[in-house]
């Protein structure tokens, strides 16, 4: 079993970057995908994007692309989501999720993930 922790995040202007991390523990991310998902008071938990095992492929929510990448460094079993051009609806706690399953590859559902972190608070503010 996989044990995610996130951190990076903070209050920011809207405009701004942050870089979120996800560190796992446990077991090795090589055997995982992962992605990002993000929660807004009030509402449903929103895929934000993902990233293969090899990191080679990701998929971004038509929401944030163009302004976020996730990147992994297996060796280091991190995840990271560097995000910029920051705007107050990103204001969110960012969840990292892993799935072992590889036919959940890809999938923008956060039932098809079965490890979370705690989450990191994001605060855009205008």
């Known amino acids: 079993q996989v044990q995610l922790v996130e951190s990076g995040g903070g209050l920011v202007q809207a405009g701004g970057s942050l870089r979120l991390s996800c560190a796992a523990s446990?077991?090795?991310?090589?055997?995982?995908?992962m992605a990002w998902f993000r929660q807004a008071p009030g509402k449903e938990r929103e895929f934000v994007g993902t990233i293969s095992w090899s990191g080679g492929t990701t998929y971004y929510a038509d929401s944030v692309k163009g302004r976020v990448t996730i990147s992994r460094d297996n060796a280091k079993n991190t995840v990271n989501l560097q995000m910029n051009g920051l705007k107050p609806e990103d204001t969110a706690v960012y969840y990292c999720a892993g799935a072992a399953d590889r036919t959940s590859w890809g999938s923008r559902s956060p039932v098809s993930y079965d490890y979370w972190g705690q989450g990191t608070q994001v605060t855009v503010s205008s």
């Open positions: 446990g077991r090795s991310l090589r055997s995982y995908s």
